[in-house]
């Protein structure tokens, strides 16, 4: 999911295209709530040939829809390895749960509660609630303090553009439509 909206500035509009801006389509305001100054918009499309490795992931969700409609547990066990210096860490206050979304978020803890997915701990780390546009939440936590004493594993993974030049076999064209709004300088 990308941006409701794509802006530039006109200095750059002028230098790429010639012709007239249609009509702003969307009233655009800034950080301090004040109307931006569009000058218009225009379309246009966007062409690039890529190198893909769609062979191996073509159809995926629709070959394991189950994989990607519910929470899954990884046979068998992982343990997280700290530093010898960790010391657990617990907020004193925790934040707050909007009161309408407070159901949601007992029901998805008891869910992961009772499957196992959250256990009791000395690390008490933040929790944030954001509203879904399918009206369930997502529960965001903020595990910087833990991560900060994480003794890392190294696994050297290869680099996109090595995964890309070793599959010579596919070659894609990406080519997408979209709608700029431009802003006076």
């Given at each position: 999911m990308g941006a409701d909206?794509?802006?530039?500035?006109?200095?750059?509009?002028?230098?790429?295209?010639?012709?007239?801006?249609?009509?702003?389509?969307?009233?655009?305001?800034?950080?301090?709530r004040y109307p931006l100054n569009v000058k218009g918009c225009f379309e246009a499309t966007m062409e690039k040939e890529i190198n893909t490795v769609?062979?191996?992931?073509?159809?995926?969700i629709e070959k394991f829809p189950e994989l990607?409609?519910?929470?899954?547990?990884?046979?068998?066990?992982?343990?997280?390895?700290?530093?010898?210096?960790?010391?657990?860490?617990?907020?004193?206050?925790?934040?707050?749960?909007?009161?309408?979304l407070l159901p949601e978020v007992k029901a998805d803890s008891q869910e992961w509660k009772s499957k196992g997915i959250t256990k009791p701990s000395d690390w008490c780390a933040g929790m944030v609630v954001v509203?879904?546009?399918?009206?369930?939440?997502?529960?965001?936590?903020?595990?910087?303090?833990?991560?900060?004493?994480?003794?890392?594993?190294?696994?050297?993974?290869?680099s996109v553009n090595h995964v890309f030049s070793s599959n010579?076999?596919?070659?894609?064209?990406?080519?997408t439509r979209c709608k700029f709004q431009v802003l006076a300088d």
């Open positions: 909206v794509t802006v530039i500035p006109y200095s750059l509009y002028s230098r790429c295209h010639d012709g007239v801006l249609q009509r702003p389509t969307t009233t655009l305001v800034g950080l301090s769609s062979d191996s992931t073509k159809g995926v990607f409609n519910r929470i899954a547990l990884i046979k068998g066990s992982y343990r997280t390895e700290l530093q010898d210096d960790a010391k657990p860490f617990s907020i004193s206050t925790p934040r707050r749960v909007p009161v309408p509203p879904k546009a399918n009206h369930k939440v997502r529960i965001c936590v903020d595990l910087m303090r833990l991560n900060h004493y994480i003794k890392r594993e190294r696994h050297i993974l290869p010579q076999r596919c070659q894609t064209l990406l080519k």
